[in-house]
T-cell receptor, first 115, second 113 residues
Framework: DAGVIQSPRHEVTEMGQEVTLRCKPISGHDYLFWYRQTMMRGLELLIYFNNNVPIDDSGMPEDRFSAKMPNASFSTLKIQPSEPRDSAVYFC?????????????FGPGTRLTVL | AQSVAQPEDQVNVAEGNPLTVKCTYS??????LFWYVQYPNRGLQFLLKYITGDNLVKGSYGFEAEFNKSQTSFHLKKPSALVSDSALYFCAVRDTGRRALTFGSGTRLQVQP
């Protein structure tokens, strides 16, 4: 398996523009997580899905952020409109339920820069 | 609410010496504990986990971690450090009621040759 795939790897955009980040989880994994990593705030959970259904979106910063998972092999994280403070590395991770505990497999991340 | 503390921003150790990266946690139920490593410009990689059973857990690349319930700690250890172990290490926790992990702030490990 190729692992969790994220695209693009790097995105530079101007304030006010719409940004869409994409994720393909590992086949067979039924949990998908979106994280954001910054120097100031560390690694934050934004939202996670189980069987394509959003379970917990309490970490989504504000209404400018939205996430979808239309099928088991694809998810998007959209920021509209983008702001400079959204600059961060965004990670997608997936896992399958293992009795007792689930390790998450992370993608390589998308480095977003909003000018 | 669950939380994780990594008290050291950076740990420096000489190659060949033992290393310890500290982690303490707080959860309402029984903890599931994890260690991840992040190399520059890469995603996090799973190292090891504690679910139940033996307090000493062995993981990838010669790393191990010791679960101490009374001290609510889960320190990462390695008997002999390598320069290639230099990276950012994250401790994470979840309780039995939630699927999502809560990560610590990370500890940068620097192994000097």
């Amino acid at each position: 398996d190729a692992g969790v795939i994220q695209s693009p790897r790097h995105e530079v955009t101007e304030m006010g523009q719409e940004v869409t980040l994409r994720c393909k989880p590992i086949s067979g994994h039924d949990y998908l997580f979106w994280y954001r990593q910054t120097m100031m705030r560390g690694l934050e959970l934004l939202i996670y899905f189980n069987n394509n259904v959003p379970i917990d979106d309490s970490g989504m910063p504000e209404d400018r952020f939205s996430a979808k998972m239309p099928n088991a092999s694809f998810s998007t994280l959209k920021i509209q409109p983008s702001e400079p403070r959204d600059s961060a590395v965004y990670f997608c991770a997936s896992s399958f339920p293992v009795a007792g505990g689930n390790e998450q497999f992370f993608g390589p991340g998308t480095r977003l820069t909003v000018l | 609410a669950q939380s994780v503390a990594q008290p050291e921003d950076q740990v420096n150790v000489a190659e060949g010496n033992p290393l310890t990266v500290k982690c303490t946690y707080s959860v309402s139920g029984n903890p599931y504990l994890f260690w991840y490593v992040q190399y520059p410009n890469r995603g996090l990689q799973f190292l090891l986990k504690y679910i139940t059973g033996d307090n000493l857990v062995k993981g990838s690349y010669g790393f191990e971690a010791e679960f101490n319930k009374s001290q609510t700690s889960f320190h990462l250890k390695k008997p002999s450090a390598l320069v290639s172990d230099s990276a950012l290490y994250f401790c994470a926790v979840r309780d039995t009621g939630r699927r999502a992990l809560t990560f610590g702030s990370g500890t940068r490990l620097q192994v000097q040759p």
